[in-house]
């Protein structure tokens, strides 16, 4: 299968490893993976400021981009953006007068899926360890970021595959289904309430124990992690993609920093 990948603004400026380690877990498989030029926001937080108008040629960018491009399926390691597209892009080209826009979104957004959803829902994929050779010995526990579990209606598709990983001690996170308090500018623009709930995230995430909080979303992830780091808690943050692409002969080492942790494949070892 010849699968787009669309990498998302906060994973090819934060994270880009994370878009390799989804490429690596894809090409694993034995798909093609192939990156429409072009690319670039979903229009998220613009359309969460109220900025419409300016949400418009995102949009239309992104139609562009992922129409033109010759593929099977899209893919994006982030609910979030993937939720805007169905959600929020056809909204704003009708707001916008666009109706033909409007519908070529929802054409892209059809067919473009959440990582998780891509593995489960179209490849099959229900066993980590078995299926793509996943390695991580460490504690983890989990948190579902809400655009997954509310728009997406993701399940546990993730928390699925993360507990199917060879080697990993899981831990459920209590309270799991509280929003973090990122919410895009939300974090901005009411910074007070958005440090209330990154606190009480935090307690949460160290009754369990565990040594990494995972989840899908790199923008949760980076909130979650950057409170944690202010306030010295010993607990890193890894995208479910990044543990899912580590494996015995490439392991994903935790003790440094997780965008730059995944290193290029030895010569002949498993992708």
Same mark, same amino acid.
């Given at each position: 299968m010849r699968i787009a990948l669309f990498s998302t603004c906060i994973?090819?400026?934060m994270y880009p490893k994370v878009a390799l380690a989804t490429v690596?877990? #894809?090409?694993?498989?034995g798909h093609e993976v192939v990156f429409p030029t072009g690319q670039g926001c979903c229009s998220q937080m613009h359309v969460n400021s109220g900025y419409l108008a300016d949400a418009l040629p995102v949009v239309r960018n992104h139609v562009k981009a992922f129409s033109t491009a010759d593929y099977d399926v899209a893919v994006?390691?982030?609910g979030s953006c993937v939720a805007s597209?169905?959600?929020q892009q056809p909204m704003v080209a009708?707001?916008?007068g666009?109706?033909?826009l409007a519908k070529q979104a929802a054409e892209v957004a059809e067919n473009t899926y959440e #990582?998780?959803?891509l593995l489960v829902d179209v490849l099959g994929i229900t066993d980590a360890a078995e299926q793509l050779g996943s390695y991580f010995p460490h504690s983890v526990t989990y948190h579902p970021s809400c655009h997954g579990m509310r728009l997406l209606r993701l399940g546990d598709r993730q928390q699925d595959l993360i507990s199917s990983v060879e080697g990993i001690d899981f831990r459920p996170l209590p309270d799991a289904e509280e929003c973090?308090?990122?919410g895009g500018t939300f974090s901005m623009k009411n910074a007070d309430v958005s440090g209330a709930m990154v606190e009480e995230k935090i307690g949460n995430i160290t009754t369990t124990g565990a040594q990494a909080c995972t989840g899908g979303d790199a923008s949760c992830l980076l909130h979650i992690g950057g409170a944690m780091s202010r306030r010295t808690v010993e607990v890193r943050t890894v995208h479910f993609a990044e543990i899912l692409a580590s494996t015995r002969e490439n392991p994903l080492d935790i003790t440094g920093p997780l965008e730059l942790s995944i290193p290029a494949p030895a010569k002949g070892s498993a992708r």
């Open positions: 994973v090819d400026a690596r877990v #894809l090409e694993r498989l994006a390691p982030s597209l169905g959600h009708r707001v916008g666009d109706e033909l #990582l998780s959803q973090c308090g990122f």
